[in-house]
Every structure is written in structure tokens, then in C-alpha cells.
RNA sequence: GCCUGGGUGGCGGAAUUGGUAGACGCAACGGACUUAAAAUCCGUCGGCUUAACGGCCGUGCCGGUUCGAUUCCGGCCCUAGGCACCA
């Protein structure tokens, strides 16, 4: 490498050239080495969206950051990058600009890896792939035959949302307000056949096997065992009056059964249906609710209503006649589609109770409520039974038990384990995905296609207008002949695009396999030593994946039965918005560079105007960076001011990763001068061209020793917060310190060089996982030779470390009093007495008795005083 | 509505196991250098109070545990992410 280390630091002429140099000699090609350690750093691939945005660039960072890390600790890291390449964003693209999809992505692509080999990231570009590769696809649509012969994957209808206009299936995001964001029409609730992958098979595991993995966050993993929603209860069968059916629902609170007053069904249960064959008022209510969202957050929110179906079920304990309802809140895809409601002690049964008049009658007493009182809401502890008969007088698992037991007995019911889980729909009516490997013939019998004629290539001539599924329409693709000469129709519709994310990281680590899906190599890297990615996969991306892993490991694919040995989730990245009120009700959002801002004397911002028209602007909330709030900072712009480096350096300075992270252009500047300061001290320190033959080990003044202790306490910190704590703002602020102390440090003895030399010697180390190209130059500029990506991660000196004297707090009832100094080895009455003797602490303590005095080996002195 | 986080100076954040609240940086202000500006360097920087030493208050709000609470517990407010077809 050229000797940059000369006048004016040009990132941009450096960090080129030491691109070049990485791109040329493939520095991070890697193989599989089973001497080493092997370490693979994982960052979730992107969605070729167009440009990288600036989440982009902080979770690539992130990652590349610990693979620097590891590798300069001897491990043979692989850090892999590829495409999630399939999805809703280029069909989008293909209707309104006219390209094909797949010329779209192919063009995003290119564009975006560009970006990520200007920010100077250690990928092994050998193992890139895009999941619309069908060298890719094949293998997943191999796999789902697998798992159809297995009994894992079957069809059956399931709700979507239609658009009447435009005849199309809309995704949950193309409702807004309950219309098609194109056609505008009301949208409907649909049943049509679909295909399912049982991860419910591996609820259990999926659940337990959560207990350890004990290097996710446990935010996370409570958000998946919530999802997957284990609970034991009773199922029990309530007969119905006259008709002679039954209806079967799940409670888990068989001690409240004395109080089940009415039962609700959801509007798509088969009884509802029934009933409203006969029943107009009843047919319409069923149609208003399909007109409702297949979002179940919309529906919690809904107004909760209900009808009776004018049907009596048969309390199995009581003989009792119960009214049956409909509710709109009841979901038919949880449980039976059914449950019994006892309003006394349970929030929502309760409030559908009190609007519709039906008995609300209390079984459970809990200790600190004797008297229910019904117009505040239900009692949902767990206490004693009353009004339950012979049951009455129980407590919870005692009543539990025995109606239970005696239910059982009668054959009406059964203990059960519920999950909230359910199978994962995996059909979507959509163009850019990969294609479900099935056909059907004559008569509609399903057959998976066989494995040696995939893939089945997605058909690139279609007509791409917004019209449903072009699939449907090309012939070409839809018509097949059978071996034994019968005609078929294939499937049209194409895997939802968390089928192609859910094993693509094990694919990373054997992408020219062409005759297999995985191979040995594939359990020399897996599982992945970290993943790095957004909180908002938290339990859909990251749940699908852990059941694909276990399904391939069942399927004798892979040895490891967890893919992610450690997760770290990352926040988002904001920034401040700037609207206008717009004639329609809506904001029009400006952005930060089109807005003035007036701070006051405190430099908080006061007003804002828009430099156009020099009129005022609103100042809105801090967002998450969006092309709607139009408060994005184009990454290309920040590379091509400051280089790489710094918007590598900035944004893991500014937040912890797992912290949201608010941009600020200033700040990035501020980065910008520590990095020139550091070129510019590094460079006088050369200039200074001081032979030394001080071995730093050897220097004795208080000074010194204190300068070369700053230096190995950061090697500490540093090492500590990346490898462990993963807090890489504190790692910065510990190297900037350290920066700081070196360059105040006013001395330019021989010894002094020498001591310096160490210590800059051990910044750049400390500092080339953040920001290598600069890295590389001062280390060569330092006078060394070779890549530094492989110089060894600097070990701390423990003898530069020790200390001779402490410095203690002072506290007189638990209030800071004074500050004093001990030798190390002061006793514990040693550190009393100096602490008592303090001036300012016997004004605190003069006329009063001490009772006790805490110390706190190293850290400080409390002394409890009283009258 | 349900599940899971978060709330500390003007701002981003620090305080790692209950032990000095505000490290590091940004902004702001004052000064040096300069014909000037930029850049750079030095200093101040939570609020109130004091001539000074120091003192009092302060980590969203209310309460509790403790010698000691940003940290633990209970309740509340605000805010972010997810809720199964955005990825």
C-alpha cells in the first residue's frame, strides 16, 4: 500500500484505493478452515428497494464491525451478502413505470451493491445470490415437494382481502380505510383455497427451545412465546337444543364455568351460517362482517357487536338453556371459532354482556373483593368458587380439577393444550415470487411436481397491466403434459417472500451447489454466530426461519436445530419532519435541507421557515426516515462529503444498535473532525522522527505511567464493549478519550515518542473495525507493514494497570460529602477513619450518633448518622 | 384491543451486579489566531443559591422497598415496534 500519510486527509482518494486493494487480492474469500474457529456474521439481506437507506447502512455496519472484530481475533469469519429479491415493491414498479420486474430488480441491484462496496463492508461477493435466482428458488420449491410428501404442507380456503374493482387480491398494507389503494372500492373478505405449512407440528419446540437460547434478547424471545401462545384448558362439547348438534369451544378457565351465560361463534362458523339461511336480518349481519379487515389489529379495535342466532345450547354442569350469539370479535382461525362466555370474569364478555343485556352472574370470589360490583367490569383474578353448586367453595386448581375430571367422566370434554399459532398461509396471487410447485389435473387432484424437472421457471413474458394474476393468463406456463400423457394446470400462484428468507443464510455457505440443496459445508458454518437486523422481524421473519431450520434438520438437511446462535435487533433510524397543512387534510412533509431553522439562545429550535418562500413551517416529530415524511438523508450524499469512514464512525457513535437512532448532520461532522484530528496527530508524531530505544514497559515517572494506563484501560473497555456488551458508542467514546489524553499529553521526550507511538499503534487497532480504510493508512503511516484486517487485536498490559492509590466517595446518609484517597490496600477501618476525618463530612456528622458505616471495597464510604 | 420495548441537560447519549447522575460527542456562549471568513486551538455549559468553600432540587408522573434507587416493586401518563398478504 502507497504511503498516504502525508499532508491533508482525502478520504475519498484513501478509501478507494485501499477498496481496490481488498476487491484485488479477495481478502475476504473465505473457506472452510477446521482448524480455526469459524465465526459467521450474518446482517438480514435487503430488499432491493433501489437505494440503500440509512437502516441500511447502520445494520451492515453493525455486522461488519463484529466481523473485523472477530477476525482480527483469529477466527475464520464469514460475512456473505445476497438479494431477498422477490416481492410486492417491482410489481408495483412494473404497473406504473412499465419495466418488467425482474430488469427492475436486476437494475436495483447493481446500483445498491455498488453502494455496499463503497462503504468499504468485508463481504465474500463469491457467495452473492438473489432469491429470484432459480438456481436459488429450485431448491425451496424441492423442499416443499419434500415436505408434502412428508404431510407438512396442505390446501384448504382461507380469508383474503378482495378488491371487487380490480379483481385482485390486496395485501393488508394495499387497504387504507378499507378501500383498494388503487380502485378505491370497499374491499371484501374472500375464502379461497390456499396453501399451509404446519410449523404447529413444532409449536412445542419452537417454544421450548426458546429456554436456551440465551444469547437472544429476552424482548424478544417473550414476544415469540406470546405469539406462539401455549395454554391448557378444557375442550368441552355444549349440545345444542332441538337441533342436536354440538358445539365445541376451549376455555382455560373451567373454574368459571357456573357462570357461562351466553355463547358467541365467530360470523364464519358453521352454525352461524346455518342459522342465517333462514334469517335475513342474520345474512346481513354475516355480510358486514366480511366487509371487515383480515387485520387483526382492525379487528380488536372494531365497535364489538353481535346477534343471537336464536339457538339455546345445553349447560353441561347446570342443564340450563344458553343463548348462542354472534360476535364480530370471535376468530374463527383461534381455537374452535367458539367460545362460552362468562361475563362475570372476563373483560370483553363482560362488556358485550352489559350492551346486549345478557346475565352477568359472579362464580369467583377473589380475597380482596368480596362483593362483585357489576358496573365496573370483570373479575378476571382467580379466587374461590361460589354459585357453582356442589363445585362452590374451591380454590382454583381444586375447582379446576374436579370439572375437569367430572366432565371428562361424562365424556363432554377433555383437557387440551391450545396454541395461538397457526399454520403459515404460504400462497400468494402474485406475479414476482417463486412459483408453488404443484399441478392439478382433470379432475383438480393436486400433484407436487417432480424433483428432477425443477425449478419451475417463472415465465418472464407475461403482461404486467394491475389485472389479477398474470400467471393465470400464460398459457405457456399454465398448461402442462404429463409423463403419462394426461394434461395438467400448474398452480398460479407464488410463495410468500418469508418462504425465500427462511434458509437462505445456510445457502450463503454452499451457493454453487448445483445438485443439492445444502451441503457439508453448510454445517461447518451453520448456525449463525450472530445475526444482525431490524426489531419489526422480532416474531414473524425470525419464528418462520427457526421452523424452516428444524423442518431441513428433520429432512436430514442440516445437523443444527437452531440457525441464529445470538440475535442483536437494531433500532430504526429517525429523523426531525417539517410539513405544511395541505389543502386536502393531509401534511405535506418538506425536507430538513428545504427548512431554515431558528434556534434560541438555548439552541432549542423555535420556528422553522421553508428557504423557498421564507414562510413558516410546522416542526413535526422525530420519524422514522421515510420517502412519506420526507425526511430521508441519502447515504450516497453523506459518502461522497465525508467519506465512508465517517458515516461508518458516526452512526455506530450515535446510539447503542438496539436504540433508534435520531440523525443529526452536525454530528456527522463532528466524527468527521475526529477522524482529521487523529490523521493530524498521528502525522506531527512521525514528523517528530524520534528514535526511541524506551521500552514502554520500562518508564517510571507518575506521568507517564498514567498516560500508559489510559492506554490499556481502553484496550479493556474496547475489547469488552464489542465482543460482549455489543455497545460499540461507548467502545468510540473510550478510543476518543484516550485520543484526547494522548494529544494533551505535553512532552516530547524520546520516552514520551515511545509511549505514544504505543498508544497510536493501539487506537488504530482499536479503531479498524469501525473505520478501516483510514485505519489502514495510519497503520502503515505508523511505520507498519502487512493488512491490518489480520494484525492481531491488541492485549492489555495488567501491570500497566495497577494503581497505587484509590479515590473513594464519601457519602453521610447516602448523600455524596466528599471525595478522599486511600492507598490500595487499605482495610476496611483504614478507609473509615480517613473518611470520618474529611472536613465537609464532619460538618455532617458532628452532633450525631453513627450507627453503621457501609464500605464498598473500591468504590465508597457511607456513614449512617441519627440523633 | 392484545403482545413487547422506551422516557436522563438545548440535543444524541453515559452511568456494566442497587453505590459519585450527565462520560464521549453535537449545539450554544466567551476568548485566541486571522485584514476578514472558514478551519483550528483554549474555556464555560442541568436548575436555583453562595463572595467562595459549599448547599438545595433534579433521571416522564404518583407511591413503596433500601444505609443508598436512573437501576428493584406497585399504579398511572406519553411514545415506538409487532399483530399473521410491506419486507
Redesign the pocket.
Known amino acids: 500500500m502507497q504511503d498516504f500519510l502525508k499532508d491533508r486527509y482525502d478520504p475519498q482518494k484513501i478509501e478507494v484505493a485501499v477498496q481496490k486493494d481488498w476487491h484485488d487480492r479477495e481478502v475476504f474469500k473465505v473457506t472452510e478452515d477446521p482448524s480455526r474457529e469459524k465465526f459467521y456474521c450474518l446482517s438480514m439481506f435487503p430488499?432491493p428497494s433501489g437505494r440503500l437507506h440509512m437502516g441500511h447502512v447502520r445494520n451492515y455496519t453493525i455486522g461488519d464491525v463484529i466481523s473485523r472484530y472477530h477476525r482480527m481475533n483469529g477466527k475464520n469469519v464469514m460475512q456473505p451478502m445476497g438479494w431477498?429479491a422477490?416481492?410486492?415493491?417491482a410489481e408495483n414498479a412494473a404497473i406504473e413505470n412499465g419495466t418488467h420486474p425482474a430488469a427492475w430488480t436486476k437494475e436495483n441491484i447493481a446500483y445498491m451493491r455498488d453502494q455496499l462496496k463503497r462503504l468499504g463492508f468485508g463481504y465474500d461477493w463469491s457467495r452473492e445470490f438473489a432469491t429470484c435466482d432459480p438456481d436459488y428458488y429450485r431448491w425451496e420449491q424441492w423442499f416443499f415437494t419434500k415436505l408434502y410428501e412428508q404431510g407438512l404442507v396442505y390446501r384448504k380456503t382461507a380469508a383474503?382481502?378482495w378488491d371487487p374493482v380490480d379483481k385482485t387480491?390486496?395485501?393488508?398494507?394495499?387497504v387504507i380505510d378499507g378501500r383498494g389503494w388503487r380502485s378505491g372500492a370497499l374491499v371484501e373478505r374472500k375464502e379461497i383455497p390456499?396453501w399451509f405449512l404446519k410449523i404447529t407440528e413444532y409449536a412445542e419446540e419452537l417454544l421450548s427451545e426458546l429456554d436456551t437460547m440465551d444469547e437472544w434478547p429476552?424482548?424478544v424471545k417473550?414476544?415469540q412465546r406470546?405469539?406462539i401462545?401455549k395454554s391448557e384448558g378444557l375442550a368441552l362439547k355444549f349440545s345444542i337444543e332441538n337441533e342436536g348438534g354440538e358445539l365445541e369451544v376451549f376455555t382455560t378457565r373451567p373454574d368459571t364455568i357456573f357462570g357461562a351465560s351466553y355463547m358467541a361463534v365467530a360470523p364464519e362458523h358453521p352454525i352461524a351460517v346455518q342459522a342465517a339461511k333462514n334469517n335475513s336480518d342474520l345474512l346481513t349481519f354475516l355480510e358486514v362482517c366480511k366487509s371487515q379487515s383480515?387485520?387483526?389489529?382492525l379487528v380488536?379495535?372494531m365497535e364489538k357487536k353481535g346477534m343471537p342466532l336464536d339457538l339455546y345450547a345445553i349447560h353441561p354442569m347446570t342443564g340450563e338453556r344458553i343463548p348462542i350469539w354472534v360476535a364480530n370479535f370471535v376468530l374463527m382461525?383461534?381455537g374452535t371459532g367458539a367460545v362460552m362466555a362468562v361475563p362475570a370474569h372476563d373483560q370483553r364478555d363482560w362488556e358485550f354482556a352489559k350492551k346486549y343485556g345478557l346475565p352477568i352472574r359472579q362464580v369467583i370470589q377473589t380475597e380482596d373483593d368480596s362483593v362483585l360490583v357489576n358496573d365496573l367490569g370483570a373479575v378476571s383474578g382467580y379466587g374461590v368458587t361460589v354459585n357453582s353448586g356442589e363445585y362452590s367453595g374451591l380454590a382454583f386448581d381444586k375447582a379446576y380439577e374436579s370439572i375437569c375430571s367430572h366432565l371428562e367422566l361424562k365424556k363432554l370434554g377433555h383437557r387440551q393444550v391450545q396454541y395461538?399459532?397457526?399454520d403459515?398461509?404460504v400462497?400468494?396471487?402474485?406475479y414476482w415470487g417463486c412459483p408453488i410447485p404443484i399441478m392439478y389435473d382433470d379432475e383438480g387432484k393436486e400433484i407436487a411436481v417432480a424433483g428432477d424437472v425443477l425449478p419451475v421457471l417463472l415465465p418472464k413474458d407475461v403482461n404486467l397491466d394491475g389485472s389479477p394474476s398474470p400467471l393465470s393468463k400464460a398459457s405457456d406456463f399454465l398448461n402442462v403434459a404429463l409423463p403419462d400423457g394426461r394434461t395438467a394446470r400448474r398452480e398460479t400462484d407464488t410463495f410468500?417472500?418469508?418462504f425465500e428468507?427462511s434458509w437462505y443464510f445456510s445457502r450463503f455457505c454452499c451457493p454453487d451447489q448445483s445438485t443439492k440443496m445444502l451441503d457439508e459445508r453448510a454445517n461447518y458454518w451453520m448456525p449463525v454466530d450472530i445475526y444482525i437486523g431490524?426489531?419489526?422481524?422480532?416474531?414473524?421473519?425470525l419464528l418462520y426461519a427457526r421452523f424452516f431450520h428444524k423442518a431441513m434438520r428433520d429432512a436430514g438437511l442440516v445437523t443444527s436445530s437452531e440457525p441464529f446462535k445470538r440475535l442483536l435487533t437494531q433500532g430504526?433510524v429517525c429523523k426531525e419532519t417539517y410539513f405544511r397543512d395541505g389543502e386536502n387534510g393531509r401534511k405535506k412533509y418538506f425536507s430538513p435541507e428545504q427548512v431554515e431553522v431558528e434556534?434560541d439562545?438555548?439552541?432549542?429550535p423555535v420556528s422553522a421557515l421553508l428557504k423557498e418562500d421564507q414562510l413558516a413551517v410546522n416542526i413535526g416529530?422525530v420519524?422514522?426516515m421515510s420517502k412519506s415524511k420526507n425526511n430521508g438523508v441519502d447515504p450516497q450524499a453523506l459518502i461522497d462529503t465525508y467519506g465512508a469512514d465517517t458515516v461508518r464512525l458516526y452512526t455506530m457513535?450515535?446510539?447503542?444498535p438496539e436504540?433508534?437512532?435520531?440523525w443529526?448532520d452536525?454530528?456527522v461532522?463532528?466524527?468527521s473532525?475526529?477522524l482529521?484530528?487523529l490523521w493530524r496527530l498521528i502525522l506531527d508524531h512521525k514528523a517528530e522522527n524520534s528514535f526511541s530505544t524506551t521500552k514502554p514497559s520500562a518508564v517510571t515517572s507518575d506521568e507517564l505511567l498514567g498516560l500508559r494506563r489510559h492506554i490499556h484501560q481502553a484496550i479493556v473497555?474496547v475489547t469488552?464493549?464489542i465482543s460482549?456488551?455489543y455497545?460499540f458508542?461507548?467502545a468510540?467514546?473510550a478510543i476518543?478519550?484516550l485520543v484526547?489524553h494522548l494529544?494533551?499529553f505535553d512532552s516530547h521526550e524520546s520516552a514520551t515518542h515511545a509511549i505514544r507511538q504505543e498508544g497510536f499503534e493501539v487506537v488504530v487497532r482499536l479503531l479498524a473495525p469501525f473505520v478501516p480504510h483510514v485505519s489502514q493508512i495510519l497503520w502503515n503511516g505508523l511505520g507498519q507493514s502487512g493488512d491490518l484486517i489480520d494484525v492481531s487485536w491488541p492485549i492489555e498490559d495488567k501491570s500497566a494497570l495497577e494503581l497505587d492509590i484509590l479515590?473513594l466517595?464519601v457519602?453521610v446518609?447516602?448523600?455524596?460529602?466528599a471525595?478522599v484517597k486511600v492507598p490500595v490496600a487499605a482495610t476496611k477501618k483504614e478507609c473509615e477513619e480517613v473518611g470520618l476525618a474529611d472536613e465537609?463530612v464532619a460538618r455532617?456528622t458532628i452532633g450525631q450518633t453513627v450507627k453503621?458505616i457501609?464500605v464498598?471495597p473500591g468504590?465508597?464510604i457511607?456513614i449512617?448518622v441519627g440523633d
Open positions: 430488499y431477498d422477490f416481492g410486492l415493491p383474503v382481502n387480491v390486496l395485501a393488508n398494507e394495499q390456499q429476552a424482548a417473550t414476544m406470546n405469539w401462545g383480515t387485520s387483526e389489529a380488536e379495535k382461525t383461534y395461538r399459532l397457526r403459515w398461509l400462497s400468494r396471487q402474485r410468500d417472500t418469508f428468507s431490524g426489531i419489526e422481524h422480532a416474531v414473524l421473519h430504526m434556534l439562545a438555548k439552541g432549542r416529530p420519524e422514522k457513535f450515535a446510539a447503542p436504540h433508534t437512532l435520531e443529526s452536525s454530528a461532522e463532528g466524527s473532525r475526529f482529521k484530528s473497555k469488552d464493549d460482549r456488551r455497545k458508542n461507548t468510540i467514546a476518543m478519550e484526547n494529544a494533551r479515590e466517595v457519602q446518609n447516602g448523600r455524596k460529602r471525595l465537609n455532617f453503621k457501609i464498598v468504590k465508597l457511607n449512617v
